[in-house]
């Protein structure tokens, strides 16, 4: 894509298969973060406060670039910085195997299922899938800036959503409403398990429109300026309120057209006049919608489907975008493809879209076993959709059946395993953690030269390490793969 850096980091569920196991899921998840790095060494376990809840030893760099490490007791991945959607959605797909690999190899996967969703259907909890989409620093990013960008994000949950049964009870959070700030539940906010079915799984937790933070207060578009980068030339823009896909073509799709409308805004083509009256309010209405009609209210009273807004920013895009590189026109193609099915059937989005696919699987068992919505088999089945166990996970039988288009292949997913893209700067940093791996850690000597032990071995950052005993190596860059720079400042005799 046009000068974009993608990235996507996936918070994971643990389902234990016991009635009254004795370790619970943060404990599993302790263990397999520690055989990923202990056992297999796939990368360097960080040694310095990464912050208050993340201790040394918490989590570290693996060799493809990316992160894995625990939040808030969930497992989770981050993506190496990737230039291409073929290679993000690899390397999404990467982190899925490394996890799943290593309960398979500890003897763990007939007590513990990882699941990549992001509800509990159990406790009413969410945890995350969030998008990282690399802009300039001149991106407009003002409430004005962003209003056709909020637009966009509320309607393109129709091909983006992982669908979900039921509907999470009204969160506890605080909003602005004129001067006052007041809870969210004296505003009318929605919610009730006995809803069937709904295409989203976490716009029932988005509570504003733009906030700083990303617990309690999960906004629309997260605020917080932290690029990661050369802040001078950069900005990130950090999205947390999209599900987690099962289908690597929904994946490709969702950064694809999402990162075209980012270039929209920056080069001044966006689409005008759709700013959404209640955005936080019409996020979870079309969510829920059982008609799947879709219709928003405009701040200008007008109303209009989310299919039709989707369509204006496609037009956009095509007038603007269209013929730039090969991937800008397969978004595009495919982009069009899918709005115009959605006019139809929902079944003939099965394969790309985890919501339809889903939604047709238990519509198909429902009738089959003549079950009420609010069976609970169901939500067991609505779980299995996301199981990472190729044996088990309902999205992979349709793999299987030869329903799913791939953007990858296995072998790709792989290399994604090990190897970093090597167009970013992760292809740096991956020379650094192959290095510290091979051995080359500070030595004797140099813990001597540093008798008060305050400085660990190394430090490893986005965008910027060090190794004790040699300078900061700062990678402000994420265009830059600063592969021979690394090696040359660690091992200054091979350069």
């Given at each position: 894509?046009?000068h974009?850096?993608?990235?996507?980091?996936?918070?994971?569920?643990?389902?234990?298969?016991?009635?009254r196991?004795?370790?619970?899921p943060?404990?599993?998840?302790?263990?397999?973060?520690?055989h990923?790095?202990?056992?297999?060494?796939?990368?360097?376990?960080?040694?310095?406060?990464?912050?208050?809840?993340?201790?040394?030893?918490?989590?570290?760099?693996?060799?493809?670039?990316g992160?894995?490490?625990?939040?808030?007791?969930?497992?989770?991945?981050?993506?190496?910085?990737?230039?291409?959607?073929?290679?993000?959605?690899?390397?999404?797909?990467?982190?899925?195997?490394?996890?799943?690999?290593?309960?398979g190899?500890?003897?763990?996967?007939?007590?513990?299922?990882?699941?990549k969703?992001?509800?509990?259907?159990?406790?009413?909890?969410?945890?995350?899938s969030?998008e990282?989409y690399?802009?300039?620093?001149?991106?407009?990013?003002?409430?004005?800036?962003?209003?056709?960008?909020?637009?966009?994000?509320?309607?393109?949950?129709?091909?983006?959503?992982?669908?979900r049964?039921?509907?999470?009870?009204?969160?506890?959070?605080?909003?602005?409403v004129?001067?006052?700030?007041?809870p969210?539940?004296?505003?009318?906010?929605?919610?009730?398990?006995?809803?069937?079915f709904?295409?989203?799984?976490?716009?029932?937790y988005?509570?504003?429109?733009?906030?700083?933070?990303?617990?309690?207060?999960?906004?629309?578009?997260?605020?917080?300026?932290?690029?990661?980068?050369?802040?001078?030339?950069f900005r990130?823009?950090h999205?947390?309120?999209g599900?987690?896909?099962?289908?690597?073509?929904?994946?490709?799709?969702k950064?694809?057209?999402?990162?075209?409308?980012?270039?929209?805004?920056?080069?001044?083509?966006?689409?005008?006049?759709?700013?959404?009256?209640?955005?936080?309010?019409?996020?979870?209405?079309i969510?829920?919608?059982q008609?799947?009609?879709?219709?928003?209210?405009?701040?200008?009273?007008?109303?209009?489907?989310?299919?039709?807004?989707?369509?204006?920013?496609?037009?956009?895009?095509?007038?603007?975008?269209?013929?730039?590189?090969?991937?800008?026109?397969?978004?595009?193609?495919?982009?069009?493809?899918?709005?115009n099915?959605?006019?139809?059937?929902?079944?003939?989005?099965?394969?790309r879209?985890?919501?339809?696919?889903?939604?047709?699987?238990?519509?198909?068992?429902?009738?089959?076993e003549?079950?009420d919505?609010?069976?609970?088999?169901?939500?067991?089945?609505?779980?299995?959709?996301?199981?990472?166990?190729p044996?088990?996970?309902?999205?992979?039988?349709?793999?299987?059946?030869?329903?799913?288009?791939?953007?990858?292949?296995?072998?790709l997913?792989?290399?994604?395993?090990?190897?970093?893209?090597?167009?970013?700067?992760?292809?740096?940093?991956?020379?650094?953690?192959?290095?510290?791996?091979?051995?080359?850690?500070?030595?004797?000597?140099?813990?001597?030269a540093?008798?008060?032990?305050?400085?660990?071995?190394?430090?490893?950052?986005?965008?910027?390490?060090?190794?004790?005993g040699?300078?900061?190596?700062?990678?402000?860059?994420?265009?830059?793969?600063?592969r021979?720079?690394?090696r040359?400042?660690?091992?200054p005799?091979?350069?």
């Amino acid at each position: 894509m046009l000068h974009r850096i993608f990235g996507l980091e996936t918070e994971y569920g643990l389902l234990i298969h016991e009635d009254r196991p004795d370790h619970s899921p943060t404990w599993f998840a302790h263990h397999i973060r520690n055989h990923l790095f202990q056992v297999q060494r796939r990368g360097v376990l960080d040694l310095h406060h990464r912050g208050h809840d993340e201790p040394p030893g918490n989590g570290g760099f693996i060799t493809n670039g990316g992160r894995i490490y625990l939040d808030m007791g969930h497992l989770e991945y981050a993506s190496p910085e990737c230039h291409s959607l073929t290679d993000v959605v690899a390397s999404d797909r990467a982190g899925d195997l490394l996890l799943q690999r290593a309960i398979g190899d500890l003897g763990l996967s007939e007590h513990v299922s990882l699941i990549k969703n992001n509800i509990d259907h159990e406790t009413d909890a969410t945890f995350g899938s969030h998008e990282n989409y690399l802009v300039s620093r001149r991106f407009p990013f003002s409430r004005r800036g962003l209003a056709p960008f909020v637009t966009f994000l509320v309607t393109r949950q129709i091909f983006t959503g992982a669908g979900r049964i039921g509907a999470a009870s009204p969160q506890d959070a605080w909003i602005q409403v004129d001067r006052l700030i007041v809870p969210r539940a004296t505003v009318g906010a929605r919610g009730g398990s006995n809803l069937p079915f709904q295409i989203s799984q976490r716009s029932d937790y988005i509570v504003n429109d733009f906030f700083e933070w990303v617990q309690h207060n999960r906004a629309i578009v997260n605020t917080r300026d932290e690029p990661l980068a050369d802040p001078n030339e950069f900005r990130r823009i950090h999205l947390l309120l999209g599900d987690s896909n099962m289908a690597e073509y929904a994946t490709a799709l969702k950064l694809g057209v999402t990162g075209l409308v980012l270039q929209l805004i920056e080069e001044g083509h966006a689409p005008q006049d759709l700013e959404i009256d209640e955005p936080v309010e019409a996020l979870q209405e079309i969510s829920q919608d059982q008609e799947r009609n879709w219709v928003v209210r405009l701040q200008s009273q007008r109303t209009m489907s989310a299919l039709d807004i989707q369509e204006q920013f496609l037009d956009c895009a095509m007038r603007h975008c269209q013929g730039q590189d090969e991937e800008t026109d397969w978004v595009l193609a495919q982009w069009a493809s899918v709005l115009n099915d959605l006019r139809g059937d929902y079944q003939k989005l099965v394969g790309r879209v985890d919501w339809a696919s889903k939604l047709w699987l238990l519509e198909c068992f429902r009738e089959a076993e003549r079950l009420d919505w609010s069976d609970p088999l169901l939500k067991s089945l609505d779980l299995e959709y996301h199981n990472l166990n190729p044996a088990k996970g309902l999205y992979y039988g349709l793999v299987e059946e030869g329903r799913v288009p791939r953007m990858t292949t296995d072998a790709l997913i792989q290399i994604a395993t090990e190897e970093a893209p090597k167009n970013t700067r992760a292809y740096g940093r991956s020379a650094l953690v192959r290095y510290l791996l091979e051995g080359g850690r500070p030595t004797d000597a140099d813990r001597i030269a540093n008798p008060d032990g305050l400085f660990p071995a190394y430090v490893i950052n986005w965008s910027i390490f060090q190794v004790r005993g040699h300078a900061p190596f700062p990678m402000p860059d994420p265009f830059r793969t600063y592969r021979d720079e690394v090696r040359t400042h660690l091992e200054p005799s091979i350069a």
